[in-house]
């Protein structure tokens, strides 16, 4: 099942992609005689209270369709909007440590981003004029169901609600700049495009999925997430060991070797206005984003 939001009278619905198209969950819903939830944060917060739950739920909707939202007009939302955090995962792939030149780290390296970094499927995404090195990181990102605090690796999976494509958009002349600015480097506006669908927890292996990214159509990254240093279900223990995650939060998992980053001097091509890229999670979709 795949999961959307889309804007209608500037607050997010929830939607469903079908074969057929985007399906009005609570349209759909209405006309069954049924109910749906109206948003991803009611439908995570349903699904804390029984993780089959929503799933049962919204599945009868996606069969035979009628209320299909005309491909036109929908604009689709960030597949969360509000979420208590959006937290990342630097340096978390062998072959991405290699090509950086550095040590594999010890334990998960963590910083964030914040809300205003969000945006959508098809969303144009503006690169400020005071930097020019912005670089792409296609990467698995988990949204949190439940509550999680101290949770075992064993267990730490149960803790998901699903995933979505990311794309942790960096700007390198500031992240090694003034002392090392990783936060302000990655959280301009636009800077955490996701989408284009959340895949419930329940369909996916996190730890075997293929991962790629595309600039302007040419392959940059391709590698698999068992690469990880540390799997998700060891980020979120660690992570839940030091605070509580909740429903909603977001969890970046880092990025495959392949960013422009890694080129070398007389190779590197920076992201720039009018440049196009398509991140590719194999069972999700690809999240594409265009600049200016
Ligand atoms: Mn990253």
């Not at 948003?39 to 699904?47: C, K, Q, S, W």
């Not at 969303?123 to 101290?150: C, S």
Request: charged share 20%; proline share 8%; hydrophobic share 40%.
């Amino acid at each position: 099942m795949k999961l959307v939001q889309f804007w209608r009278n500037g607050a997010p619905a929830l939607g469903l992609q079908t074969e057929a198209g985007i399906v009005d969950a609570a349209a759909e819903a209405t006309r069954r005689g049924t109910t749906a939830p109206a948003d991803m944060e009611e439908a995570i917060l349903l699904g804390a209270e029984g993780a089959e739950g929503v799933e049962q739920l919204l599945d009868p909707l996606t069969r035979d369709p009628v209320c299909l939202l005309p491909p036109e007009a929908v604009r689709l939302a960030p597949v969360v909007t509000e979420p208590g955090r959006i937290l990342c995962i630097g340096l978390n792939y062998r072959q991405h440590a290699r090509e950086c030149d550095l040590p594999l780290p010890p334990a998960p390296v963590l910083f964030n981003k914040f809300h205003n970094a969000l945006a959508a499927h098809g969303e144009e995404v503006a690169l400020p004029a005071d930097y020019k090195e912005y670089d792409y990181e296609a990467e698995l990102v988990a949204v949190i169901g439940k509550p999680a605090r101290d949770v075992p690796q064993e267990r730490a999976l149960d803790y998901v609600f699903g995933y979505t494509c990311g794309n942790d958009l960096s700007t390198r002349d500031l992240q090694f700049a003034r002392g090392g600015q990783w936060l302000l480097s990655k959280t301009f506006d636009g800077f955490a495009p996701i989408g284009p669908c959340l895949v419930p927890a329940g369909e996916l292996d996190p730890t075997r999925l293929d991962i790629s990214s595309r600039v302007n159509g040419e392959v940059r990254q391709s590698s698999n997430t068992s690469d990880m240093i540390f799997p998700l279900a060891q980020i979120i223990a660690d992570l839940s060991h030091h605070f509580t995650l909740l429903p909603g939060d977001l969890i970046f998992t880092g990025t495959p070797q392949g960013v422009m980053q890694g080129y070398p001097a007389d190779r590197k091509q920076w992201l720039k206005a009018g440049d196009r890229v398509d991140v590719t999670i194999q069972g999700i979709g690809t999240l594409t984003n265009t600049f200016r």
